[in-house]
C-alpha cells in the first residue's frame, strides 16, 4: 500500500532477502501468513479504513449495477466478509471463499444473521472443483487477484463456475502504481514482488505479484471474458474527511484499478 515500504523480491522462491517469505510459507498460498498475521486488525478496520472503505469499495460496487436479488454470487477472496455482507443485503445468494484460516474465521462470525452467505476456505490458485460449471450469476473479487500468479489459469476456473452472461467484478494494484513502487524493470514480465505493510497498526511483510495491464487483459480475453468497463477510482468525500493528504495523492495517482467483464464463451 501507499507509504509502505517496497521491496522488489528476487523471482520465484529462491534467493530470499530476510525481509522475504519463507518456502515454507509459499507452498501453501503466498500470503497466507501474512494473513494470518494480519487478520484480526484487518477485520477490526476494514469498515473505515480509508483505502478499503472510501477508495475499494465505492468503486467495486458501482460496477455492480442492476438488481442482485436471488442471484448467486461467488465473493473470492472475501477477508472478513464485508463485501459478502452487502451482496447479501441486496438480496443475493452469497458463497464466500478465503484460503486464510483467521479471515474465514471473521467471515463467518460477520455473516450470521446477515443474509444467505456461505463461507468457505478454498485456495484460489487451485480448480474450484466443489463447483459446477455454470453455478454463478457473478463473481466478485476485491484486492486479492494480486496474490495469483497464474491469472489465466484462474480466470478460466471464474469462466467456468459462472453462467454464460455472467459477470466478473474485480479490483487489484493499479499496474502503473506497483511498477513505480516495486521499482519493476521489465514492465512486461509478472513478478513477485513484497513490501512491508504499515497501514493496519503493526508491520506485516505482504508479497504479491505485479501484472502488467496487457497481461490482466490478455487472461481476461484469453478465458472467455470481454471487458465491458475500467475503472481508475478516485477517493471519495469520505476518504478526503479521513486523510486529506492521502485524498490530495489518490486524486493524481491511481492505486487500484477495477474491472468489470462479462462471460461471452467458455474458456478455452
Ligand atoms: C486485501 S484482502 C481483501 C479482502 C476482501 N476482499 C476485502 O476487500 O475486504 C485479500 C484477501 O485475499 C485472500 N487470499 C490471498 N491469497 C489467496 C488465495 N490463494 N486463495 C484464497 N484467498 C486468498 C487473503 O487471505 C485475504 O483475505
Request: glycine share 8%; proline share 3%; charged share 30%.
Amino acid at each position: 500500500m501507499a507509504g509502505d515500504k517496497a521491496f522488489s523480491c528476487d523471482d520465484e522462491f529462491t534467493d530470499f532477502n530476510k525481509n522475504d517469505i519463507s518456502a515454507e510459507r509459499a507452498k501453501k498460498n503466498l500470503a497466507y501468513d501474512a494473513y494470518e498475521e494480519l487478520a484480526d486488525l484487518y477485520a477490526s478496520l476494514v469498515d473505515t479504513k480509508p483505502h478499503n472503505a472510501y477508495y475499494d469499495r465505492p468503486a467495486v460496487q458501482s460496477l455492480i449495477t442492476g438488481g442482485i436479488e436471488g442471484m448467486k454470487i461467488l465473493d473470492l477472496g472475501c477477508g472478513p466478509g464485508v463485501y459478502a455482507e452487502w451482496l447479501a443485503s441486496r438480496g443475493a445468494i452469497v458463497t464466500a471463499i478465503d484460503a486464510s484460516d483467521k479471515m474465514i474465521g471473521h467471515a463467518k462470525k460477520r455473516a450470521k444473521g446477515k443474509g444467505k452467505i456461505e463461507v468457505l476456505k478454498a485456495n484460489m490458485e487451485e480448480p474450484f472443483d466443489f463447483f459446477d460449471a455454470g453455478t454463478f450469476d457473478g463473481v466478485l473479487s476485491a484486492l486479492a487477484i494480486t496474490y495469483i500468479k497464474d491469472h489465466a489459469g484462474l480466470f478460466g476456473e471464474i469462466n467456468r463456475v459462472l453462467k454464460k452472461g455472467g459477470w466478473f467484478v474485480f479490483s487489484t494494484e493499479h499496474p502503473f502504481f506497483s511498477y513505480r513502487y516495486f521499482g519493476i524493470k521489465n514492465y512486461f514480465e509478472t513478478r513477485r514482488v513484497c513490501c512491508d505493510w504499515e497501514g493496519f497498526g503493526k508491520s506485516v511483510n505482504m508479497p504479491s505479484y505485479y501484472h502488467s495491464l496487457g497481461s490482466i487483459s490478455e487472461a481476461l480475453s484469453g478465458s472467455g471474458f470481454v471487458i465491458e468497463k475500467i475503472l481508475e477510482p478516485k477517493p471519495s468525500e469520505e476518504f478526503r474527511k479521513a486523510d486529506e493528504r492521502g485524498f490530495e495523492k489518490l486524486m493524481k495517482f491511481p492505486l487500484f484499478i477495477c474491472f468489470r467483464a462479462k462471460k461471452i464463451e467458455d474458456a478455452r
